[in-house]
């Protein structure tokens, strides 16, 4: 009986003190929380803080994030100016994907202008046409393809009833070429060469690389440059163009008040590369060198733009334009 009376009692000992420890832990718990929720208003405000810091370290900085991704990000808005009554944008990247010559990163930068102007500078899905010509496995549909057809349609679609305040841009992305001018021995133009460009060729005509008396009646698909500045003659003095020519040969004709009858130029094929450095940047130039196909000399425009046009220009007439290595 004593030994059993002995056991009780330690055991109602052994519970007293497991209850007296779980209260202990209990207090202690309660105290850590009380804590923690005096400090959440101010664990808040920081976050607040450090939040609106990390956006604007986004947003305004060229090194953060690609610049192709700055439109995703939030960026502070930007008034659109009270004059502006439009805005439309044509963006053309041709990486000519199924010729003989395919590009790597003209379409890439295509695509990265319209990531720009929608989602950065906030042009609406109408006032943006982009003609890309995709993956040999994936083209995109026919009428978003830069062919010659569809560029010059993109072009009266830029600049269709346009106003006095309106603001216009224009780039092109691919391959620059020149052709001689038929019956002007020396004369060359100045081409943007659309997907298309060998469409009416004969199969195998680069393999063959006529010259001379062998050249066959047949003709590229181009859009000539002094096209675009008839196109843009017709716009109003007070109209704004933005011109960005990521190619060969991009120079506009007739822009220039000095020269204003500059159209057709001597033949030339860029300056040639020196380092192993400028040859491997050659390598991949956006100068498409064509088999001379004489063609009739584009119409003139009727005179000088009088709207207000800014053209910027990938190299001079006298250089080359190559796609840079990290593409």
Not at 179 to 207: I, R, Y
Request: contains cysteine; positive net charge; charged residues 20%.
């Amino acid at each position: 009986r004593t030994v059993a009376q002995d056991a009780e009692r330690d055991l109602r000992s052994e519970v007293v003190q497991v209850q007296r420890r779980c209260e202990e832990a209990e207090r202690s718990l309660k105290q850590k929380l009380a804590k923690l929720e005096a400090e959440l208003p101010g664990g808040e405000a920081k976050l607040g803080v450090a939040t609106q810091q990390l956006d604007q370290r986004i947003t305004g900085s060229v090194h953060s994030v690609p610049a192709a991704l700055h439109g995703f990000v939030q960026p502070v808005a930007r008034p659109g100016s009270k004059l502006a009554v439009r805005r439309r944008a044509l963006i053309i990247g041709c990486n000519y994907s199924r010729s003989h010559a395919p590009l790597q990163g003209a379409s890439n930068d295509a695509w990265n202008l319209q990531c720009l102007l929608r989602h950065t500078l906030y042009y609406m899905d109408d006032q943006v046409l982009t003609l890309v010509d995709g993956s040999a496995s994936r083209p995109t549909e026919p009428r978003r393809q830069p062919t010659r057809k569809n560029i010059l349609d993109a072009l009266k679609w830029l600049t269709a009833d346009t106003q006095n305040v309106d603001n216009l841009l224009v780039y092109l992305g691919g391959y620059g070429t020149q052709q001689p001018v038929a019956n002007a021995t020396g004369s060359f133009e100045a081409h943007f060469v659309p997907s298309d460009f060998a469409k009416d060729l004969p199969e195998n005509f680069f393999q063959q690389r006529p010259s001379g008396a062998q050249q066959p009646a047949v003709s590229y698909r181009l859009v000539p440059m002094v096209e675009i500045t008839r196109i843009l003659a017709g716009l109003p003095r007070k109209c704004k163009v933005t011109v960005l020519l990521d190619c060969c040969h991009s120079v506009l004709p007739g822009l220039d008040p000095t020269r204003p009858n500059q159209l057709t130029f001597p033949r030339t094929l860029g300056q040639l590369a020196d380092t192993p450095q400028q040859r491997a940047a050659a390598s991949r130039a956006r100068l498409l060198d064509l088999p001379p196909l004489p063609r009739p000399q584009s119409p003139a425009p009727p005179g000088l733009p009088v709207c207000r046009c800014h053209q910027y220009a990938a190299c001079q007439r006298d250089q080359r334009a190559t796609e840079l290595l990290i593409e």
